[in-house]
C-alpha cells in the first residue's frame, strides 16, 4: 500500500523536478561558461550552512531508485505473480531498502571521491 | 446532452464507452519504463564513472556519439514515460470531463515543450565546437 503510493509520488517528483532540473542542466552546459557558472551557484548554495540545492538531488536520487524498485516489482506482479501476502510484503519492504542503500552509496561516492 | 426518451438504447450510450486506446497507454508505459531501467542505470553510472563534472568535461562527453546518442534517448523515452504516468494520476484524481482534458492538454505541450528545450540543448553541444 505505501510503496504503491511512493511509486505514484516518486514518480510525480522526478516528472516535474527531476525532468525540470535536467532540461535546466542541459540548456545551462549548452550556453556558455556564464549561464553554466549560475547553474553551479544555485547547485553549491547554502542557507546558512545548509546545501539546499544538494538535499533535493539526494531527494531526486532516492525517488529515482525508489521508482526503479517498485517498478520492477510492478512489471513483476504484471505477470500476475508475487501477489501471496508474505512475498508480496517482503518485495514492498525491500523496495525502500535497496532505494536508502543505492542512494547512500551513489553519493557517498560523490561527496567522497569529491569531484 | 440528454436526447430525451426518444432515443435508441444505442443512441444514448454512443460515445460514452472507451476510446479503445486502454490497453496501448498501458503497453507504452510498461515498453519506456523497461528503456528508462537501461537509460537511466546508464546516465547516473556514465555520471559517476567521469572524472570530474566541470562543464569542460561534460560537454565532451554529450558532444561524442557514445553520450549524444543515449541522452537523446533518455530524453525522449523519460518525456514520454513522466507524460503517460502522469496522465494516469490526472484521469484518476480529476473527476470532471472538462478539467481533465484541460489538464491532460496543458501537461502534453508541458513534455513537448521541455523535451523539445532539452534536445535543442543537447543538439547544440553534440554539433557544436568542443569548449
Known amino acids: 500500500m505505501v510503496v504503491s503510493i511512493l511509486h505514484r509520488a516518486t514518480g510525480v517528483a522526478l516528472s516535474f523536478a527531476g525532468l525540470a532540473i535536467l532540461t535546466w542542466w542541459l540548456f545551462a552546459l549548452s550556453s556558455g561558461p556564464d549561464a553554466y557558472v549560475t547553474f553551479e551557484a544555485v547547485v553549491n548554495y547554502r542557507f546558512y550552512h545548509i546545501p539546499l540545492a544538494l538535499i533535493v538531488l539526494v531527494g531526486l536520487t532516492w525517488c529515482f531508485f525508489q521508482h526503479l524498485l517498485s517498478g520492477i516489482r510492478h512489471l513483476v506482479m504484471d505477470t500476475g505473480a508475487a501477489f501471496e501476502l508474505g512475498v508480496n510484503k517482503t518485495f514492498a519492504i525491500l523496495t525502500i531498502v535497496g532505494s536508502v542503500l543505492l542512494t547512500a552509496l551513489v553519493w557517498f561516492y560523490f561527496l567522497g571521491v569529491a569531484k | ?131
Request: charged share 15%; aromatic share 10%.
Open chain 2, 1 to 131: 446532452m440528454s436526447l430525451g426518451e426518444s432515443a435508441t438504447p444505442l443512441g444514448r450510450v454512443r460515445g460514452l464507452g472507451s476510446a479503445h486506446h486502454g490497453g496501448e497507454h498501458w503497453l507504452t508505459e510498461r515498453v519506456t519504463s523497461v528503456a528508462l531501467l537501461f537509460l537511466g542505470t546508464w546516465l547516473l553510472a556514465s555520471l559517476l564513472l567521469l572524472p570530474k563534472l566541470d562543464q569542460r568535461t561534460l560537454i565532451e562527453w554529450l558532444h561524442a556519439p557514445s553520450g549524444a546518442i543515449p541522452m537523446a534517448l533518455f530524453v525522449v523515452v523519460a518525456f514520454r514515460h513522466a507524460l503517460d504516468g502522469v496522465k494516469v494520476v490526472v484521469d484518476d484524481y480529476v473527476h470532471e470531463e472538462g478539467s481533465r482534458f484541460a489538464w491532460n492538454l496543458l501537461l502534453l505541450f508541458l513534455a513537448v515543450a521541455g523535451g523539445a528545450i532539452a534536445l535543442f540543448a543537447l543538439a547544440r553541444i553534440a554539433f557544436g565546437t568542443v569548449a
